[in-house]
């Protein structure tokens, strides 16, 4: 394999002067100095203090402008002058240079204060670019937000239209629809069910009652909607946007790694993704669209940060925004700001310097007051899942919060091992090939399924909903169905015997349970906007629900028991809030499948206002994760970067290998030789020789092919514009005239014109012997960002490792195909 090949995730300099690295290890005796580096610059990317890197950056500008002084070049410009524009443009499928894009900011911030001591445009135009990066980041909050209010209020309306319509106003869902003609502002859900204003689509065709003929029209309709809705979904991606498929955050966590995907954020991926989530969550598909927020949201940070220079050129910085703009989607999906926040610092950002942490938080303010301003969750409260109750817990329910943490790591490790088997048969299979007949046999099995039993036929935001509430006089469903004692001064707050319908509730769930864990695992994958975090909320909340009430049934069975002592304070009056255990079974499934631990803590009591129960959720979510990890470290976005063959290098692992650079620079023993450059000897011809048989993205410069001493590196695209514009503006440039990336030229008064070149010269690259230790190597590209290293020994030129050597030695050393370190 070459060393350099076009999809080597290795990129082209974003500007004409080249920066100033100087980071070579010597030996095994400089990792001390290595780690003291990277220790500096924290865990989320190349945060080095470059100021000494940005001195010699400068001093180089003002020995370029004195170039002409040399003897002998008195009449040989450099070729860049006019191509600042065309530098810093990444091509599709490739990495950023983090270090160089960072340095290029801190130019840019420093030509900005020095044009502040001019006159006042020059002042505002500083301000502006000071400001700019709140701006955006106000305007990604406002998008982001008002996405949300209208994807909610959309996905409500055409939830409920698989049961009828409002005829007096059909864009009312059934909620509003009766509202609207009731005087009385206290109706409730059954309420609201046989209101006069609301036509179930029995009752359209003329059927009325709860006959077998209404079933089955009321059964018919339900599904003809959930197939229109799931195949118009389908067909909008396919048609006008194949990126808008699935969540979206495996692809979001490898683009703010550094990865170009190009379209992945774009405004058509913006609009089909909104209203892809619309159509599939009102389908009734085991899915939700609260990960695919994010992918949303980090669309509208894309957009808008074209409107800002300072974003749009640099790809380091644009991360900035979109990891704020991550933190918004969160933020909207649950109404959470503080745990989107953190979400985006903990999942999925690979660099977050601690402005980004101040915008994260304003951006994800900003979308949660908009959401708040549309109110679509109807109510007076920003979170999805408001609780009203604050009954204590003990110490003793520890035991069964931590069952539920381990339950939902194992469920954790069941759907990710099965819904990666099932995503490998469809890349491998026929099946793969026809999307479209995917969907439609996934939504029919659905919706034939599940409309049976209510549990599996409501949605599933209604579904968690019902599960963590905790039972009132004004509930009359199965699952409160208890023999109260209605002497006592409080008979809700007290648990009781349950009664034939909690009996029958269970059975249900447990049905229930058993068909969205399996029909989940085919779901997600598929070529529709498909997320999972409100799945695996809703099948956790089972879970906890149903282990809430067999420890109230035990506890209230065996009241006289010691060991319920302190639930128990008298005959009548125990308390076990089986609410409360399918909240924190929400969060040890979530946790389960995503392997998080703050964020969710902090997304849950946040999502359902009960701060006092912080403690068993983060009992559930601990143990969740300890379970999971002992099996697979993967979380199941982790398993679909691997999957997909994403060039993600995870902070989170550790390399333990034994492996040194020579082991992993190419050329190989059998592999061509190395193609360079020589510094002062090499013609034009010679090079676009090169550039026309090789797809390298770079070439090694060296004093001469016999010596192979390092001199720099030059990128392919910087050559080739540099020669480009030389033949079109430079008289006497023809196919022998020399290159220079020298400081001296020399020129020959009956000889071809030269070029000099030395500006697209990198004369500090990243170096390495090789003897060094590949875990020293592999930390190098993790937190400096870097595309590639040169390989030396004594100052000779070896060899080069890029960033696809060292994810297939990573691959090889685990046994997997290295190969499949591509974009796919």
């Not at 620079?665 to 676009?688: F, G, H, Y």
Request: proline share 4%.
């Amino acid at each position: 394999m070459d060393y350099r090949e076009t999809d080597a995730l290795v990129m082209d300099y974003s500007d004409s002067n080249p920066a100033q690295r100087s980071l070579t290890v010597t030996n095994t005796d400089d990792e001390s100095l290595l780690n003291a580096m990277i220790d500096g610059m924290g865990t989320h990317g190349a945060q080095h203090d470059l100021n000494g890197y940005m001195h010699s950056f400068e001093q180089s500008d003002h020995h370029y402008e004195d170039a002409n002084d040399y003897t002998g070049a008195s009449n040989v410009m450099d070729t860049l002058e006019d191509l600042s524009l065309e530098f810093g443009k990444y091509d599709d499928f490739h990495t950023i240079d983090w270090l160089r894009d960072i340095a290029r900011d801190r130019m840019h911030h420093r030509q900005v204060v020095k044009k502040r001591q001019g006159g006042l445009w020059r002042r505002l135009k500083g301000a502006h670019d000071a400001w700019s990066g709140w701006v955006c980041v106000l305007l990604v909050g406002l998008a982001a937000g008002t996405c949300a209010g209208i994807v909610d209020i959309g996905t409500s309306w055409m939830s409920d239209l698989k049961e009828g319509v409002c005829l007096d106003a059909f864009w009312f869902n059934r909620e509003q629809c009766c509202w609207s003609g009731s005087s009385n502002n206290e109706t409730s859900l059954s309420e609201e069910t046989d209101c006069g204003q609301w036509h179930s689509w029995s009752r359209m065709f003329g059927v009325e009652g709860d006959g077998t003929g209404s079933y089955f029209i009321a059964y018919s309709m339900y599904i003809l909607w959930a197939v229109f809705f799931a195949m118009v979904a389908a067909l909008l991606v396919r048609m006008f946007a194949p990126y808008a498929c699935g969540s979206g955050v495996p692809e979001i966590k490898t683009i703010l790694s550094g990865f170009i995907i190009r379209g992945y954020l774009g405004k058509w991926t913006l609009l089909i993704k909104s209203l892809g989530m619309m159509l599939t969550v009102a389908s009734g598909l085991s899915l939700g669209y609260e990960a695919p927020f994010v992918h949303v949201a980090c669309c509208c940070g894309n957009i808008f940060s074209y409107l800002f220079p300072k974003y749009s050129r640099n790809e380091a910085k644009k991360r900035e925004i979109l990891s704020a703009a991550a933190a918004a989607g969160v933020s909207v999906a649950f109404g959470t700001p503080i745990g989107g926040v953190l979400f985006s610092l903990e999942e999925v950002s690979y660099y977050f310097p601690l402005k980004t942490l101040w915008r994260s938080f304003f951006c994800a303010l900003v979308a949660a007051f908009i959401l708040r301003s549309i109110k679509p969750f109807g109510n007076d409260y920003l979170v999805m899942f408001s609780i009203d109750y604050n009954e204590p817990w003990t110490l003793l329910e520890l035991i069964p919060f931590i069952l539920i943490g381990a339950l939902g790591g194992l469920f954790g490790v069941f759907f990710i091992k099965y819904n990666i088997k099932w995503c490998k048969f469809r890349k491998t299979s026929r099946l793969g090939k026809f999307p479209m007949f995917e969907v439609l046999g996934l939504v029919l099995i659905t919706s034939l399924l599940s409309y049976p039993n209510h549990y599996t036929r409501m949605n599933s935001s209604e579904l968690i909903r019902l599960l963590v509430s905790r039972c009132g006089p004004e509930d009359n469903s199965e699952l409160c169905d208890y023999n109260r004692n209605s002497d006592l001064s409080e008979p809700y707050k007290w648990s009781a015997l349950a009664g034939e319908g909690v009996g029958s509730a269970v059975w249900k769930l447990t049905l229930a349970l058993l068909f969205k864990m399996i029909i989940t695992i085919f779901t997600i994958g598929t070529k529709i906007p498909a997320g999972l975090f409100i799945p695996s909320m809703a099948i956790g909340s089972i879970i906890g629900r149903l282990v809430g009430i067999g420890m109230e049934q035990l506890v209230v069975n065996n009241v006289d028991s010691v060991f319920f002592s302190k639930i128990c304070e008298s005959q009548d009056k125990c308390i076990i809030t089986p609410g409360l255990y399918a909240m924190v079974g929400a969060a040890a499934a979530l946790g389960g499948v995503t392997r998080m631990t703050i964020s969710l803590v902090v997304i849950m009591f946040e999502l359902t206002g009960g701060l006092e129960y912080i403690v068993p959720m983060m009992v559930a979510v601990m143990t969740s994760k300890w379970v999971g990890d002992a099996f697979n470290r993967d979380s199941i976005y982790d398993a679909h970067i691997t999957l997909n063959g994403y060039p993600y290098l995870d902070h989170k692992e550790e390399f333990t290998h034994t492996t040194i650079a020579a082991d992993v620079m190419r050329p190989r023993r059998n592999d061509p030789p190395l193609a360079v450059i020589t510094q002062n000897s090499c013609t034009v011809e010679e090079a676009e020789n090169l550039l026309r048989n090789t797809e390298h993205n770079g070439f090694p410069v060296v004093v001469s092919r016999e010596s192979q001493y390092l001199v720099g590196f030059v990128l392919r695209r910087d050559l080739n514009l540099a020669i480009a514009n030389a033949c079109k503006t430079s008289d006497g440039v023809v196919s022998n005239s020399i290159i220079y990336l020298t400081e001296q030229v020399s020129c020959d008064p009956n000889g071809p014109a030269p070029l000099k070149l030395r500006k697209i010269l990198d004369l500090a690259p990243v170096t390495i012997t090789d003897q060094t230790p590949m875990e020293i190597v592999v930390e190098m590209f993790r937190k400096l960002g870097i595309r590639q290293t040169l390989v030396t020994h004594k100052g000779c030129l070896l060899g080069i490792i890029t960033k696809k050597d060292v994810l297939r030695h990573i691959a090889q050393l685990r046994n997997q195909d290295p190969e499949s370190i591509l974009f796919n």
